[in-house]
């Protein structure tokens, strides 16, 4: 895998969108069911059940600190987002190439798209209709922290922790991130 993908900050594509990108590795039914799988999807990002159809329901409860075997507490001001909920509705749903979804009630979506790469998968994670600044930061830093851990969890080897990962990450697009 190329360290620079699979190190790469998001980029700002326009207002309120951010894409990343990176290499995984495959095949791509894997790198699907790591997206669509309940449990899969649990060890990086969020557990819950996804309709596999346009419309379907998407509910995906975090437990963020537990995605790693090396524990470590969210920081003050992300106490309540640990152990929080997120439900949205499908919006594209190709299996094996294309997933999306609205988060929440917020009106953002989020976009997975998959395709191959040889031996590994290119995924490129778009998620737009993000509203200000800080949710924009929260957010890069979020995926970010995340992908880590989906390349980590699909190459086996053990994920770094989320929160001091997302942290510094944080810290880093909000200098990176234009006010």
């Known amino acids: 895998m190329s360290p620079q993908v699979a190190e790469s900050h998001g980029t700002i594509t326009e207002a309120g969108t951010i894409v990343f990108e990176r290499l995984l590795p495959g095949p791509i039914e894997r790198v699907w069911e790591f997206l669509t799988d309940s449990e899969k999807r649990g060890l990086w990002l969020a557990r819950g059940p996804i309709e596999p159809r346009i419309g379907g329901r998407v509910e995906l409860s975090f ?11 969210p920081p003050k001001n992300y106490e309540d987002a640990d152990c929080s909920s997120v439900t949205g509705k499908v919006t594209a749903w190709e299996k094996p190439h294309r997933l999306a ?7 953002s979506e989020v976009t997975f798209e998959l395709a191959p790469a ?3 998968v290119r995924l490129t994670l778009t998620h737009r209709r993000l ?3 800080p949710i924009m930061v929260s957010v890069a830093g979020g995926w970010h922290a995340h992908l880590g851990i989906l390349a980590d969890r699909l190459a086996g ?10 942290t510094a990450l944080e810290r880093d697009y909000d200098a990176r991130i234009a006010g």
């Not at 437990?63 to 507490?73: D, Q, T």
């Not at 080897?157 to 997302?166: E, K, N």
């Open 63 to 73: 437990r963020n600190a537990e995605l790693s075997p090396v524990k470590a507490p």
């Open 101 to 107: 979804y609205l988060w929440g009630d917020g009106g």
């Open 118 to 120: 040889g031996r590994q």
């Open 131 to 133: 509203d200000n600044r």
């Open 157 to 166: 080897r053990a994920p770094q922790p989320f929160w001091p990962t997302h």
